[in-house]
């Protein structure tokens, strides 16, 4: 865990920056949430018979993580979320020995448009980013995955109100860590990186790049556990939520 000095140790720490780079999600969106009671939904929805529902569930949570941790593959994932789940599942069928291809597929699709349709704002977030805009911050959203997918969260939230810039890798050609990323925003929100604060769930995309370009890093915790042994960065500060930042 870090102490409170880690909250310290930027001199600008609780100033007003002059802008705030956000992620999406994991830090303005909860998609964690919800997300098995959806997965185990689609599997009783489909099931004919040839599995059994938990145990799937199990097979299909194995996959995830195994296609997630992998960087090429998480890459290639988030560039096409409805393809990226249909794999999952069918990885898991061959594991479990099915070859129905069909109910595979139709397990994914529906998990992914439950998914668009249940995935919110954490509490307090919509109101912290009205209240920064308000405020007079800059504001960029920062966001990796695909095009279609991204700009969807944002025009269903209306997110265009309060940000003045916003990053999608599907639009923008790279995505986080690419210090392009963040090189952009700068200049869009004509800000220099002493007066900027990035704000994200992850330590590799989110937090390491901001800190390498000398920017204000603030950590989304949402479990709360703390700063993992082998972290490949530490945070100036750490948040559960980002209604921490008013």
Same mark, same amino acid.
Request: with cysteine; glycine share 8%; aromatic share 8%.
């Given at each position: *865990? ?33 997300? @098995? $009671? ?5 599997? @009783?929805?489909?099931? +004919? ?5 938990? @145990? *799937? ?11 997630? #941790?992998?960087? $090429? /593959?998480?890459?290639?994932?988030? *560039? ?7 794999? !999952?599942?069918? =990885? ?8 129905? !291809? #069909? ?8 998990? %992914?448009?439950? /998914? ?34 991204? %700009?969807?969260?944002? #025009?269903?939230?209306?997110? @265009?109100? =309060? ?14 860590? #690419?210090? %392009? ?16 604060? *990035? ?6 995309? +989110? !937090?390491?790049?901001?800190? $390498? ?11 709360? +556990? ?15 939520? !980002?209604?921490?930042?008013?």
């Amino acid at each position: *865990m870090v102490g409170e000095e880690q909250h310290m140790t930027n001199t600008h720490n609780h100033e007003t920056p002059n802008a705030i780079f956000f992620d999406l999600d994991g830090t303005i969106l909860d998609w964690q949430t919800g997300m @098995e $009671e959806t997965w185990l939904a689609s599997i @009783e929805k489909h099931n +004919d018979g040839s599995y059994d529902s938990l @145990e *799937m569930q199990k097979r299909i949570r194995e996959r995830r993580d195994w296609l997630w #941790d992998d960087p $090429e /593959r998480a890459k290639a994932g988030r *560039m096409d979320l409805n393809e990226a789940s249909r794999a !999952i599942v069918r =990885y898991a069928f061959e594991d479990a020995g099915l070859t129905a !291809i #069909d109910v595979a597929n139709g397990i994914a699709n529906y998990y %992914r448009a439950q /998914r668009r349709e249940l995935i919110a704002p954490y509490p307090g977030a919509m109101e912290t980013l009205a209240t920064l805009s308000e405020r007079g911050v800059r504001l960029a959203l920062l966001t990796n995955g695909e095009a279609q997918n991204q %700009r969807g969260s944002v #025009d269903k939230l209306d997110l @265009e109100t =309060y940000f003045d810039c916003i990053v999608i890798e599907g639009e923008f050609g790279v995505g986080k860590p #690419d210090e %392009r990323v963040f090189r952009h925003a700068l200049e869009a929100t004509s800000s220099a990186p002493e007066t900027t604060w *990035m704000v994200g769930d992850s330590l590799i995309a +989110d !937090i390491a790049p901001a800190i $390498e370009l000398g920017l204000h890093a603030v950590w989304v915790d949402e479990a709360g +556990d703390g700063l993992p042994d082998d972290a490949p960065t530490r945070p100036d500060r750490i948040i559960k939520l !980002i209604s921490e930042l008013l």
